[in-house]
């Protein structure tokens, strides 16, 4: 896993990332065969060809959904014959499409990694399986970790449980000692009160602060929240 290095204000954190290195891949298959679909071979090209445009979240994944069930096996498959190649964008992968065959390999990578954000990655693919409460303790490492780089990199990880404990996370950060972390917090509780994205913000950190034990406007935001695929 590659070294990041971040600079925020006059402070140099230096934490491990999770992204895709070049690697020997066991594929059984021939990629270009006329009986594979447009989805699935967008889904190849973007796992095992050049998977640096998901490392950048600037891939359309309609490919998940859009492949045939047959194409889903076969996808699967390979994601799960490579999986000990600990690629952040295979571990996803397998959670997305809900692979049940995985999980020992899963589980055995969880319990062999000790670094938060592998463990973060990984048992964000469990959860995605099986609901393993595994993952909303290791949310709750991520809002203690001493690393401000961490919590910036997985922010977007705490509200993926979609309960009252994402809301109340949300909350919590908008007190983090980093301020990117703080804005990221205020941007995400923003969206949840409109439902969707808007060009301007329209409340600030103050007015989200004040809202803190207002449970009928937190309720609210996790309805918001809950609609979101």
């Keep these: 896993m590659g070294i990041l290095k971040k600079i925020f204000g006059k402070k140099a954190v230096v934490v491990e990332k999770t992204t895709p290195k070049a690697s020997e891949y066991l594929i059984d298959i021939d990629p270009n065969s006329d009986s594979l679909s447009k989805a699935f071979k967008d889904f190849y090209q973007n796992h ?40 952040s964008h295979l571990f996803k992968a397998a959670g997305i499409l809900k692979d049940k065959e995985a999980l020992p390999i899963l589980y055995d990578q969880l319990n062999t990694n000790t670094d938060l954000s592998w463990l973060l990655v990984i048992g964000q693919a469990i959860w995605r399986i099986n609901g393993d409460d595994i993952y909303s303790k290791l949310l709750r490492q991520l809002k203690e970790h001493s690393s401000d780089t961490m919590r910036e990199a997985h922010f977007d990880q705490i509200v993926d ?61 996790l309805v918001n929240l809950r609609k979101i695929n």
Excluded: C, P, W
């Design 48 to 87: 095992f060809i050049n998977a640096y445009g998901l490392s950048r979240n600037e891939v359309d994944t309609y490919f998940f959904d859009s492949m045939s069930e047959n194409d889903k096996e076969i996808a699967k498959r390979l994601i799960r014959q490579n999986l000990r190649l600990r690629q």
């Design 161 to 221: 449980l979609k309960n009252k404990e994402s809301i109340e996370m949300l909350f919590s950060y908008l007190s983090d000692k980093s301020r990117l972390v703080q804005s990221m917090a205020i941007s995400k509780l923003n969206f949840l009160s409109a439902g969707k994205h808007e060009q301007k913000q329209r409340y600030d950190k103050e007015y989200f602060m004040s809202k803190k034990t207002d449970e009928k406007f937190k309720n609210d935001l």
